[in-house]
């Protein structure tokens, strides 16, 4: 919220600049306009200046004491009294702006008081004028000066509303994420790591099972290596989905933690040895994939790191659901100055038909392809997806880094 000009000029920290524009205001009027005559006069000046320049730190003090002042210069005929008056009106303005209550009702019954004096042989026949004057002279500033100070009073208290409306706003919004990244957790834990965890538990029966079936009574196993290299890498599979449920479970569940979509898997470092696992992973189930990761990559921030593991896991998928185990495919990931490009590519294998478009939700009609827009999308990236020139299918991403990427560590 903007501050408005009577709260930046009349700020409290600001009163000894104004003390000093208000003496430099006058000792000018003092040498241009309205100049003493004689000793009298510029002694009375003189003190009437340091008394504005005092008013900095103790100014009802200083307004009780120009009041003073002003009788003296009346009574003594100077012809300073009028620019004696205005420093005594400026300073009972200055009273009125720094606070309410007591003390600008006492400085303004002293410069009242002043006035009243000054005029006091008019009295008792001039009763009404020296009133109407006293209380101009002293009500004015008092007025000004107080619709000022509260003026900068409202903003505070408007500024000071806003803020707790904003601080309302995001507690909300944070307890409202808090609770549907609660609900999602429980989604999670109960159905989806319930599920995993059952398959894992079965895939390691089977194992045990096919290998004592096989060996027969007392006889030696002949179990085929490839069941055994499939249940193998169906239980290490399962383990690793297992493992990153329970701990995105934990980073949802985490109060005041980061985002889900900010935290990542991915232990500082470790990306290129993660997608060297991921790509061995898919070697297993049978497309032949031949990887090239630029080391520099281990130096990403978290969340491109993770951006980066999730392209690579999604686009690897693809290749094997639909290209089948016969492909191959080509995958390269560089840091070139300020950005991370990831090239996928695959010769369509036995599975994937002659070129043709995409459905929207990505290849059959899953939200794969629209995950890995979106999350690029998110990190100021480019994806482009489609049939390759002859066959198969390719994959392009394009993310900014955050920051230089320092060079691997050996």
């Known amino acids: 919220m903007n ?42 000046a003189a003190v009437g200046l340091l008394l504005c ?62 006035v009243v004096l000054n005029r006091f042989g008019d009295l008792p026949g001039g009763l009404a004028p020296v009133l109407f004057k006293a209380a101009l002279v002293a009500g004015l500033p008092l007025f000004l000066g107080s619709y000022v100070r ?42 989806v790591a319930h599920h995993v965890s059952s398959m894992v538990l079965r895939v390691g029966v089977a194992r045990h099972v096919v290998t004592a079936t096989a060996a027969g009574p007392g006889g030696d196993a002949v179990t085929d290596p490839r069941i055994s290299g499939v249940l193998d890498d169906l239980h290490s599979s399962g383990q690793a989905a297992l ?58 921030d978290a969340v491109r790191a993770l951006a980066v593991l999730r392209l690579v896991q999604e686009g690897l998928a693809n290749v094997a659901r639909h290209a ?23 010769d369509g294998g036995d599975g994937r038909p002659e070129p043709a478009a995409p459905d929207p939700g990505g290849e059959g009609g899953g939200h794969g392809l629209i995950g890995m827009r979106e999350r690029v999308a998110l990190l100021g990236g480019t994806l482009d997806a489609g049939p390759g020139t002859d066959r198969g299918w390719r994959l392009t991403a394009v993310l900014p880094v955050a920051a230089p990427v320092p060079e691997p560590r050996p």
């Open 3 to 44: 501050r408005p000009w009577t709260d930046l000029v009349f700020d409290d920290r600001r009163r000894g600049v104004r003390a000093l524009v208000y003496t430099a205001a006058s000792a000018t009027d003092f040498v241009l306009v309205r100049q003493p005559a004689g000793a009298g006069d510029r002694a009375l």
């Open 243 to 300: 493992a990153d449920l329970r701990r995105l479970v934990a980073v949802l569940r985490a109060p005041g933690g980061a985002e889900p979509g900010t935290a990542s898997l991915v232990s500082d470092g470790a990306l290129p040895a993660v997608l060297a696992a991921v790509v061995a992973r898919t070697g297993r189930a049978g497309p032949a994939v031949t990887a090239s990761v630029d080391p520099a990559v281990a130096g990403l």
């Open 150 to 191: 509260m003026s900068r009073e409202a903003a505070a208290h408007a500024r000071e509303q806003a803020a707790r409306r904003a601080l309302r706003a995001e507690q909300e919004t944070a307890a409202a994420r808090a609770a549907e990244r609660a609900a999602i957790a429980r989604e999670l834990h109960d159905l």
């Open 324 to 346: 089948g185990p016969s492909a191959r495919a080509e995958l390269a990931v560089r840091v070139d100055g300020g950005t991370v490009r990831l090239t996928l590519r695959d």
């Open 53 to 114: 320049l005092a008013g900095w730190r103790w100014a009802l003090t200083v307004l009780v004491a120009q009041s003073a002042l002003l009788v003296a210069a009346h009574s003594a005929g100077s012809g300073i009294v009028p620019s004696l008056k205005v420093l005594a009106v400026v300073t009972l303005f200055e009273v009125a702006v720094r606070g309410r209550g007591r003390a600008p009702s006492v400085g303004c019954g002293a410069l009242a008081l002043a």
